[in-house]
């Protein structure tokens, strides 16, 4: 991920995966690259940081339980507390109960969208974004009990 082309070229870097693709901490560092005329952050950096990371977290959780699913941020909503005049950086993680969540709804509807927050904080940990990303995920085999074996 850290050489991801719309990642790398706005320093958005990927800097663990938690055991399983239970969580990601990203660092998005500041940049001649993403640096607005306030000297702060550009915010369309900021919102890419957070677009891709719960897609990506649940794919794998749940591709590893065996499911062929199709997942995608379907909306978002963010706020811009104060402005990024520093690297900023995040936490995200998914649990155990919000993989059966989604199991449970994939299992019987056939499609799980939930929303889930991003917060992120300067170097200095004051709080600077909050962001709401609405996740989706489909079961490509909703209803016909396919698997696949890994």
């Known amino acids: 991920m850290r050489l991801y082309p719309p990642l790398f070229v706005q320093r958005i870097w990927v800097q663990k995966f938690e055991k399983g693709f239970m969580g ?15 000297n702060s952050i550009f915010g369309g ?10 897609a ?10 065996g499911y062929t699913v199709r ?25 155990e109960e919000d993989i059966k969540e989604a199991e449970e709804i994939l299992n019987t509807v056939g499609k799980f969208v939930k929303a889930y927050p991003v917060e992120m904080y300067d170097k200095d940990g004051l709080h600077c974004v909050s962001i709401i990303n609405e996740v989706y995920i ?13």
């Open 24 to 38: 990601v901490s990203v660092k998005v560092s500041k940049s001649i690259f993403n640096k607005n005329f306030n």
């Open 45 to 54: 950096t900021i919102f890419s940081a957070a677009d891709p990371f719960y």
């Open 56 to 65: 990506l977290l649940f794919h794998q959780a749940l591709r590893h339980r």
């Open 71 to 95: 997942v995608w941020l379907k909306s978002a909503e963010i706020q811009y507390l104060k402005p990024g005049r520093t690297n900023l950086y995040f936490k995200i993680n998914i649990t």
């Open 138 to 150: 489909r079961n490509l085999y909703a209803g016909e009990n396919k698997t696949i074996a890994y």
